[in-house]
Structures are given as C-alpha cells and as structure tokens.
C-alpha cells in the first residue's frame, strides 16, 4: 500500500497542470487508465493564446486562426474577425506531454484506471493507496464523481477525424487562418459541424449533436468530399454543454475539469477552463499551506472560490446554450439569412458572449438580446486575480 498527501485522477491537461502546480509543496501521485498520454485524443483543441499566458504554459501549436465563419447549409453566413489571430489549435497530445515533462517530483502511473475512492484510499486493479487530498479529473465520464459529487449536466456527443479534402464550397475554410462553423438543422438538430484547417487540404471535421451523432457526421464527411482515410480514426465523446454542481469539494476529495462543470456550455470548450480551475485549487492549497492552514481550510476555500465567482456564470451560460442549441427549431435558417453577410471584429476568442452580442448590434434582433439578458458578466475568472481573490477569503 502507498501512501500519497494528493492523489489525482485522471491525466488529461487538468490534472497534469494540477499535479505540476502541487508538486512543487506537496508529494503527489496521478493517476491515469490509459497507457499512453494524449491517447486516444478527445477535442478539437482550439484555445485562446492570451489564456495560455496567465497559466503560465508554452504548449506545441498546429496553427493559428484569425476568422470564425458561422454558416449553413444556404451559404448564410456571419464572420467574427479576431484581428490579432489570437485563436489557436493546440497539438492536444503534445500539450499533455509538455505537462507531464514538467511533473517534478510528482509521481505519473499510466494504466491504471481508479474503480474505488472511499474512507482515505483509492483502488485500482493492482494497487491500494492512502491519500490526505483526492482530485478528481476524470473528464466528462464522471464515473467516479456521480458518486462523490451527484449532478447531471447537459451533454452532446461529438465526434471527429482529420481529415484531407479538395473541394471548394461554402462550406469549407476560404484560408489556412479562418475557422467554418455550421449551424444548420438539416445536419445537426441541436449543436453544430465545424472544419478547421490543419495544414496544406488537412482539416479538423467534426459534428455534436444529441442523437444519431455517427451518420450525421457520416453526413458531413460525404458533404465536404472528404477523402477517405485508413491511418487516422475518428475520436470525441461526450460533450458537456450546460449544468454545474453545487459544490466541488466533499470531505477531502475535489472534482476538477469537466468533471466539475468547467466548461464552456456555448462550445464546451474546456481545456482552458480545466486547467484554470487546477490553478483555482493549487493556488488555494498553496496560499493556506503559506498560512499554516489545513488541507480542510484549503478546500473550503476552493469550493468557495468555485460557488462564488464560477458557478452562477457557468449556470447561466448553460440556460443561454440550451435556448441557443436546443430549443431553436425553423427560425435557425431565418436568423442565418437576417444576419447573412455581416463581419464583426472580436478582440477575445474565449468571449463567446461579447462575439454574438457584437453581431447582434449590426442588425439587433430581439432573440439574441432575450437570449444573452440572463448573463450579466461576460468572462468567468481572470487567472491573474486568483491569488487576490484567495488572499481576501483567508483574511
């Protein structure tokens, strides 16, 4: 039996990034079923690179992009224009490979998936282990956390594959920098289909939707001529879109990532957001170990930080998302065709919010402002104010 003071579960970037930051104070052992990192990869890795600064992480890039063309299947179409061609695509497997190299001292054991985590011990098929500290980071599965931290977040299922295609239409990027998104219900009831430019005719396809994800996304591929391909295999799962727990910490166990609610509902976009909720939990383990504070205090102070400044936004987001994806039926194709044409220029990728409220000035509708009236703030936490947030909670 080995005994650990952090235990962390799962090593996708949020739990890599976490381990990182605590290995530095604490002895730390992670977790991890499959037997290589990165494998099989789950997102399309598009991140804002001013997000990247504030964690202080340089990850490999495939590419960088300037515009995001929301179109469907008419041709309507509506361009975001991120002049400082901030969006990025990140090398998901190499990002996760870049944090295991700077793990330190913490301890990374690969193919070994975690069944049980009770009483101050984790199981797996071949060891037991004692713990001070539990993380949990498992991703959208929630295998674990249904039963440590009960709640039933909004899903989708997506799926993608990279792929190469030579065909010209509406429908695919016009240059290596723009990103094409698809709304159309013709093709997905109640998400989207994207294509996203790799390299030279190498895309990044993919759809999400509720139900019959594989032949809609069938659909698509025959749709864009994709070229068909024996080396590369689709990959995704699922998606979370909406919801948040009450809490994020239960005794002395923590959820992080997806698995507590991190994520962007508008794209469920969350690979930032994991790795910020790790800083929002290192950052306060950190603080009151400085403090003389216990492991108790630190995660009170988390699960404080998380009901305080991030549940109530990601809630609110989740409702705008579901008016958005699920409940828009017919009146998608007349939004498309009253907005066709417009181009609107976004400073912050990860502002979904503040893009569509930008395209909504240039021809106001009263969906979107009905819409978007239920969120009052426009970007959950700056990492940057993290410590500050901390320091107040403590004093």
């Known amino acids: 039996m080995g005994v650990s003071d952090v235990v962390v579960i799962g090593a996708g970037p949020s739990g890599l990034y976490l381990a ?44 960088t992009y300037r515009y995001v063309r929301i179109t469907d299947l008419n041709g309507n179409s509506i361009t975001f224009d991120f002049r400082r061609r901030a969006i990025a695509m990140l090398d998901r497997p190499g990002l996760e490979h870049y ?15 975690v069944t049980e985590i009770s009483g101050g011990f984790i199981k ?41 295609s030579f065909t010209i239409s509406e429908l695919m990027p016009r240059s290596d920098d723009e990103i094409v998104v698809i709304f159309d219900r013709k093709l997905s009831e109640h998400y989207f289909a994207w294509v996203v430019p790799r390299d030279f ?12 994800v594989w032949v809609k996304f069938t659909e698509l591929l025959k749709i864009i001529k994709a070229e068909k391909t024996e080396q590369l295999r689709p990959f995704g799962g ?70 305080k400044y991030i549940r109530g936004k990601v809630r609110a987001l989740g409702s705008a998302s579901y008016i958005l994806h699920m409940l828009i039926n017919r009146s998608l194709g007349d939004v498309m065709q009253s907005m066709g044409g417009v181009s609107v220029d976004v400073d912050d990728y ?46």
């Open 201 to 212: 005719h190498e895309f990044r396809v993919g759809l999400a939707d509720d139900a019959n």
């Open 124 to 164: 797996t098929r071949s060891r037991q282990e004692t713990y001070n500290l539990a993380i949990i980071a498992e991703g959208a599965n929630m295998a674990l956390t249904r039963n440590i931290i009960p709640w039933r977040p909004t899903h989708v299922y997506g799926v993608q594959i990279d792929t190469k």
């Open 20 to 63: 990182r930051e605590l290995s530095r104070v604490m002895n730390v052992v992670i977790f991890e079923e499959d037997k290589m990192l990165g494998i099989p990869p789950h997102c399309t890795g598009l991140v804002n690179l001013d997000s990247l600064k504030p964690l202080g992480i340089s990850p490999p890039i495939i590419n």
């Open 350 to 395: 990860d502002n979904h919010v503040d893009a569509i409220l930008r395209a909504a000035s240039r021809r106001p509708w009263s969906f979107i402002r009905a819409v978007f009236s239920v969120i009052n703030e426009l970007s959950l936490i700056d990492p940057s104010t993290i410590s500050k947030l901390i320091r107040e909670l403590i004093e």
């Open 99 to 113: 944090l295991a190299d700077e793990l330190g001292s913490a301890t990374l054991v690969l193919g070994e998936r």
């Open 238 to 307: 699922k998606i979370v879109i909406g919801g948040s727990p009450n809490h994020v910490v239960a005794g002395n166990i923590a959820v992080i990532g997806d698995a507590g609610g991190f994520v962007k509902p508008m794209t469920g976009g969350g690979i930032i957001m994991g790795m910020l909720s790790a800083k929002l939990l290192a950052d306060s383990m950190s603080n009151a170990m400085r403090e003389g504070l216990s492991i108790s205090d630190a995660l009170f102070i988390y699960d404080t930080l998380f009901r």
